[in-house]
C-alpha cells in the first residue's frame, strides 16, 4: 500500500506539540487509574484504548486482570474505553500526534485497520504470533490469518466470531404454525421458494389485527452472499467458485437480475410497504409486531435466541446462502499493537492470553465472579447476573461487547437457549469455503475518482432496484450504462491488475 501521509513524516514535518494539544490520552476517558500491589509497581504496564462505554466497577476488573497477567506473562493491564461517537476520531489524533499506547482496536469500520497499516500505526506481528502466541495461532486455519495479512504481514490479531454470513429468512414461529407452511420452510434452497410461503403469509397478516405486511426491506435479499459471491468492494465481485479470480460487475451478472426481479414481484404482490421508511426504523417495526419475515439475516447457532430477545416473539430461521470466508467477514474486528509501543512483545503475548485463556477473557468480558456475576449452570457455562441483580448492567460492570476483545467462543453463556451454540459456530467457520480473494485488499488510490462518482450512481440507480421500487428490466441496463460512463470498467480492470499480482504473488 501506498504510505502518502505515514506517521513518520508527519513528526518530521510536523512534530508532537502542534497537532496534540489538548487532546492527549489523559482528556479521553473518566476511568480512574487503578494502584497496583506493591509486587506489581514496576511492571510493564500495557495500556489497551477501544470503543465503549465506561463502566463504573471497571478498576475492580482491572485490577483483578493485572493480578492474572502478572503471574503469567510480567505485565499489567490498563483499560481505557473511549465513548463511541468519539472513538474514531479520538485515536486518530492519538495515533498521527504519536501518543503512547499499546494494543488497540481497530476494524475496516472503525479506526480503519488497512489505513492504520498505510501510515505506520500498526506493528507488523505475523512473525511474532506463532512463537508467543502459539495458541492463538493455531486456534485458526491458515487461510483464515490470510484474510488478515497486508503487503504480506498482518498487524492485528483476529477476534474469532462467526466469520462467515449463511443469509437467510427468519419468520416467527406462530405465523409459520398458523400457515402450515414449517416443512416446506425447512427444505427451502434459494430465496425464489421463499414466494409460495411469502403468500401465505399475506393471507394470514391480511387477517391479523396487529400484523401491517408479511416483511419490511426487500433489499438484504440482494447482498453478493447471496448469490455466490465474495463483495470485494462495492458492486466489483468474484464467484466464490472461480479459482481464477476473475472480477465481475454484479450489476451486469445474472444473479443480479434474478435477484431484482424475485424482489420486485414480491413488493408488487403486497408483501412488503410500498415505503417502509415511514414506519420507522426495521427493528422497532419488528418489536412492535407489525411484520412477519425477515426475508434475509445471518442465520448462525443461538442466533434464533438473538432474534426473539429482539423481536420478542419465537422465530424459526433457513441458511440459504453459502457460508463463505471473505476478508471483509473475518477482519471485521481486529485488536492491533501500536507501532511505536515498548512493549510489543508483551502485547502479542496479551493476545494469546485473551484469545486462548477463558478465564481471563471472561474477566474482562463478564468481570469478576461473585461480584458481577453468579454461575446459573456451571457445567453448561452459564452465568446470571451476580447477588440476583435484575440484570448485568446492574452489578457495575457489563461492556457487552465480549466481540471486541477476542475469541467469542471461550464466552461464557448469559441466555439459556445459548448454550452450545459456540463450538457449533466454530465449526460453521472452520468448514467454511474460503474466497478465491481471501486476504486481498483492494487499494482504491489509482481510481479514486472513478470510485467516487461510481458511488453517486449506485445511490441513485442502484439502491431503488434493489428495494424493488422499480421494473428490472429497464432500470438494470439504465443502472449498467451509468456505471461505465461513471468509469466502473476502469476501477474493474485495475482490481483485476491488483488480484492477478496477488494471486501470482502468493504462488
Same mark, same amino acid.
Given at each position: 500500500?501506498?504510505?502518502?501521509?505515514?506517521?513518520?513524516?508527519?513528526?518530521?514535518?510536523?512534530?508532537?506539540?502542534?497537532?496534540?494539544?489538548?487532546?492527549?490520552?489523559?482528556?479521553?476517558?473518566?476511568?480512574?487509574?487503578?494502584?497496583?500491589?506493591?509486587?506489581?509497581?514496576?511492571?510493564?504496564?500495557?495500556?489497551?484504548?477501544?470503543?465503549?462505554?465506561?463502566?463504573?466497577?471497571?478498576?475492580?476488573?482491572?485490577?483483578?486482570?493485572?493480578?492474572?497477567?502478572?503471574?503469567?506473562?510480567?505485565?499489567?493491564?490498563?483499560?481505557?474505553?473511549?465513548?463511541?461517537?468519539?472513538?474514531?476520531?479520538?485515536?486518530?489524533?492519538?495515533?498521527?500526534?504519536?501518543?503512547?499506547?499499546?494494543?488497540?482496536?481497530?476494524?475496516?469500520?472503525?479506526?480503519?485497520?488497512?489505513?492504520?497499516?498505510?501510515?505506520?500505526?500498526?506493528?507488523?506481528?505475523?512473525?511474532?504470533?506463532?512463537?508467543?502466541?502459539?495458541?492463538?495461532?493455531?486456534?485458526?486455519?491458515?487461510?483464515?490469518?490470510?484474510?488478515?495479512?497486508?503487503?504480506?504481514?498482518?498487524?492485528?490479531?483476529?477476534?474469532?466470531?462467526?466469520?462467515?454470513?449463511?443469509?437467510?429468512?427468519?419468520? /416467527?414461529?406462530? !405465523?409459520?404454525? $398458523?400457515?402450515? =407452511?414449517?416443512?416446506?420452510?425447512?427444505?427451502? +434452497? @434459494?430465496?425464489?421458494?421463499? %414466494?409460495?410461503?411469502?403468500?401465505?403469509?399475506?393471507?394470514?397478516?391480511?387477517?391479523?389485527?396487529?400484523?401491517?405486511?408479511?416483511?419490511?426491506?426487500?433489499?438484504?435479499?440482494?447482498?453478493?452472499?447471496?448469490?455466490?459471491?465474495?463483495?470485494?468492494?462495492?458492486?466489483?465481485?468474484?464467484?466464490?467458485?472461480?479459482?481464477?479470480?476473475?472480477?465481475?460487475?454484479?450489476?451486469?451478472?445474472?444473479?443480479?437480475?434474478?435477484?431484482?426481479?424475485?424482489?420486485?414481484?414480491?413488493?408488487?404482490?403486497?408483501?412488503?410497504?410500498?415505503?417502509?421508511?415511514?414506519?420507522?426504523?426495521?427493528?422497532?417495526?419488528?418489536?412492535?409486531?407489525?411484520?412477519?419475515?425477515?426475508?434475509?439475516?445471518?442465520?448462525?447457532?443461538?442466533?434464533?435466541?438473538?432474534?426473539?430477545? /429482539?423481536?420478542? !416473539?419465537?422465530? $424459526?430461521?433457513? =441458511?440459504?446462502?453459502?457460508?463463505?470466508?471473505? +476478508? @471483509?467477514?473475518?477482519?471485521? %474486528?481486529?485488536?492491533?499493537?501500536?507501532?511505536?509501543?515498548?512493549?510489543?512483545?508483551?502485547?502479542?503475548?496479551?493476545?494469546?492470553?485473551?484469545?486462548?485463556?477463558?478465564?481471563?477473557?471472561?474477566?474482562?468480558?463478564?468481570?469478576?465472579?461473585?461480584?458481577?456475576?453468579?454461575?446459573?449452570?456451571?457445567?453448561?457455562?452459564?452465568?446470571?447476573?451476580?447477588?440476583?441483580?435484575?440484570?448485568?448492567?446492574?452489578?457495575?460492570?457489563?461492556?457487552?461487547?465480549?466481540?471486541?476483545?477476542?475469541?467469542?467462543?471461550?464466552?461464557?453463556?448469559?441466555?439459556?437457549?445459548?448454550?452450545?451454540?459456540?463450538?457449533?459456530?466454530?465449526?460453521?467457520?472452520?468448514?467454511?469455503?474460503?474466497?478465491?480473494?481471501?486476504?486481498?485488499?483492494?487499494?482504491?488510490?489509482?481510481?479514486?475518482?472513478? !470510485?467516487?462518482?461510481?458511488?453517486?450512481?449506485?445511490?441513485?440507480?442502484?439502491?431503488?432496484?434493489?428495494?424493488?421500487?422499480?421494473?428490472?428490466?429497464?432500470?438494470?441496463?439504465?443502472?449498467?450504462?451509468?456505471?461505465?460512463?461513471?468509469?466502473?470498467?476502469?476501477?474493474?480492470?485495475?482490481?483485476?491488475?491488483?488480484?492477478?499480482?496477488?494471486?501470482?504473488?502468493?504462488?
Amino acid at each position: 500500500m501506498n504510505s502518502k501521509f505515514s506517521r513518520r513524516s508527519f513528526l518530521k514535518s510536523a512534530g508532537l506539540a502542534a497537532l496534540a494539544g489538548g487532546f492527549g490520552l489523559s482528556g479521553l476517558s473518566g476511568i480512574k487509574r487503578v494502584s497496583a500491589s506493591d509486587h506489581l509497581q514496576g511492571l510493564p504496564r500495557l495500556l489497551y484504548l477501544f470503543p465503549g462505554t465506561p463502566q463504573a466497577d471497571v478498576a475492580t476488573v482491572q485490577a483483578a486482570l493485572s493480578e492474572y497477567m502478572a503471574e503469567r506473562i510480567g505485565a499489567t493491564i490498563e483499560l481505557r474505553a473511549i465513548d463511541w461517537g468519539a472513538f474514531n476520531d479520538q485515536i486518530g489524533l492519538i495515533n498521527a500526534s504519536g501518543e503512547n499506547y499499546d494494543l488497540g482496536f481497530t476494524a475496516p469500520w472503525t479506526n480503519n485497520y488497512y489505513s492504520n497499516v498505510d501510515q505506520e500505526y500498526l506493528a507488523p506481528i505475523g512473525d511474532l504470533l506463532p512463537d508467543l502466541a502459539p495458541g492463538y495461532w493455531a486456534s485458526m486455519t491458515p487461510e483464515t490469518w490470510e484474510a488478515a495479512r497486508v503487503a504480506g504481514n498482518i498487524y492485528a490479531g483476529i477476534n474469532q466470531q462467526i466469520f462467515v454470513k449463511p443469509f437467510g429468512p427468519y419468520i /416467527r414461529a406462530d !405465523v409459520l404454525e $398458523a400457515i402450515g =407452511a414449517a416443512d416446506a420452510f425447512k427444505a427451502l +434452497t @434459494g430465496y425464489a421458494g421463499l %414466494t409460495d410461503i411469502l403468500a401465505a403469509a399475506k393471507d394470514y397478516v391480511d387477517g391479523d389485527d396487529i400484523l401491517t405486511h408479511v416483511t419490511y426491506y426487500l433489499d438484504p435479499i440482494m447482498v453478493p452472499e447471496n448469490w455466490g459471491f465474495d463483495p470485494v468492494d462495492g458492486l466489483l465481485v468474484v464467484k466464490s467458485t472461480d479459482a481464477s479470480a476473475q472480477v465481475q460487475i454484479f450489476s451486469e451478472t445474472d444473479e443480479f437480475r434474478q435477484g431484482a426481479e424475485l424482489v420486485r414481484s414480491w413488493l408488487q404482490a403486497g408483501f412488503a410497504p410500498a415505503d417502509p421508511a415511514t414506519l420507522g426504523s426495521g427493528d422497532e417495526a419488528w418489536a412492535a409486531g407489525l411484520f412477519a419475515v425477515r426475508v434475509s439475516d445471518i442465520v448462525k447457532p443461538g442466533g434464533n435466541a438473538e432474534v426473539e430477545a /429482539r423481536w420478542g !416473539v419465537p422465530v $424459526a430461521s433457513r =441458511a440459504i446462502a453459502e457460508p463463505l470466508l471473505t +476478508t @471483509g467477514s473475518v477482519t471485521a %474486528t481486529l485488536n492491533g499493537v501500536s507501532s511505536i509501543s515498548a512493549n510489543r512483545e508483551l502485547a502479542v503475548k496479551f493476545l494469546e492470553l485473551v484469545n486462548t485463556d477463558p478465564v481471563f477473557y471472561n474477566t474482562l468480558c463478564k468481570g469478576l465472579q461473585g461480584v458481577h456475576w453468579d454461575w446459573a449452570d456451571e457445567a453448561s457455562l452459564l452465568i446470571k447476573p451476580a447477588g440476583g441483580a435484575a440484570s448485568f448492567g446492574d452489578t457495575g460492570y457489563a461492556p457487552n461487547t465480549d466481540w471486541m476483545y477476542g475469541n467469542v467462543f471461550n464466552s461464557y453463556y448469559t441466555d439459556p437457549t445459548q448454550v452450545g451454540a459456540w463450538p457449533e459456530t466454530a465449526a460453521l467457520n472452520r468448514g467454511a469455503r474460503p474466497s478465491p480473494v481471501l486476504g486481498f485488499t483492494f487499494d482504491r488510490a489509482a481510481v479514486d475518482t472513478e !470510485v467516487a462518482s461510481v458511488a453517486a450512481v449506485v445511490d441513485e440507480f442502484a439502491n431503488p432496484i434493489r428495494g424493488g421500487f422499480v421494473d428490472p428490466a429497464t432500470a438494470i441496463p439504465a443502472l449498467n450504462d451509468a456505471l461505465q460512463a461513471a468509469g466502473i470498467g476502469a476501477i474493474r480492470d485495475e482490481m483485476q491488475r491488483q488480484v492477478d499480482a496477488w494471486l501470482a504473488a502468493k504462488a
